[in-house]
């Protein structure tokens, strides 16, 4: 089943120190809830560990010249989840974004949020909101948290948007997209073992590269990001064409 081959991301020799020519790299962060178990810890420091590995990877992405890297941070489903775990994961986005918005500023990152996030908690829309006027300027790469994202969702909001507009075509529809304006997706990448997109980046994915790899989120480091845009740069991508 060549291209559903899950990567082990562990055997490849050569890895690129550059993006092999991958501009926008979206990853479903799937497994913190596994890694926990495995470890007998509760779910939130699986989560919290989790936190950590988008730290070192946001650092990565930059030092490679990503254009773009968005995570899957919280699903439209994902308020099905315990109300404990929810707050856990909603406390962890706040110190995730206090912590390190100097240093989103200091390197140029851009942040952008896709999803309806205006339906979390008000404290953590304020320090959002905050963090997007500070990074507003930068140039440099995007990183894009989906927040209460859920795709056919954004889907249905930019076909009204369109509609409201004139004519729906692809074009339209696309200009209204949560991700309108940043590079096309080439590579999504999912964790944990798990070969599904999970109503994530479903338009924008038309044509993009898909990597599933059995590493739980936790333990995904630069070197699993180097060895799935290795494998990008082995794909011929033909668009549909010949
Ligand atoms: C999947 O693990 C992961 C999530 C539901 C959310 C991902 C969130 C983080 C990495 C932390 C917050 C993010 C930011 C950007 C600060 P799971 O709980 O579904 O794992 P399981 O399938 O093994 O149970």
Do not use: C
């Amino acid at each position: 089943m060549q291209g559903f081959d899950k990567l082990s991301l562990s055997g490849v020799g050569v890895m690129p120190d550059k993006t092999s020519g991958a501009r926008h790299v979206a990853i479903i962060m799937d497994g913190n809830g596994r890694w926990a178990k495995k470890r007998h810890l509760p779910r939130a420091v699986g989560h919290q560990r989790g936190v950590e590995a988008v730290r070192t990877l946001v650092r990565a992405a930059r030092e490679l010249g990503l254009d773009a890297l968005t995570l899957y941070a919280f699903s439209t489903e994902n308020w099905r989840r315990p109300e404990d775990e929810i707050a856990a994961l909603m406390g962890l986005l706040r110190r995730y974004i206090v912590a390190d918005i100097d240093e989103f500023v200091a390197n140029n990152i851009r942040l952008k949020v896709i999803g309806d996030y205006r339906a979390l908690p008000g404290d953590v829309v304020t320090l959002i909101d905050d963090a997007l006027a500070k990074t507003a300027g930068n140039t440099g790469t995007w990183l894009v948290i989906a927040l209460n994202y859920g795709s056919q969702n954004e889907i249905a909001r930019a076909a009204s948007a369109a509609a409201a507009k004139g004519a729906i075509t692809p074009a339209s529809i696309e200009a209204e997209l949560d991700t309108a304006g940043l590079p096309p997706l080439d590579l999504l990448i999912r964790t944990s073992g798990e070969v599904r997109l999970s109503n994530f980046l479903l338009w924008q994915a038309a044509y993009a590269e898909l990597v599933f790899t059995d590493v739980l989120w936790p333990d995904f480091a630069p070197q699993h990001l180097r060895a799935a845009l290795a494998e990008f740069a082995g794909r011929e991508r033909r668009y549909g064409g010949r």
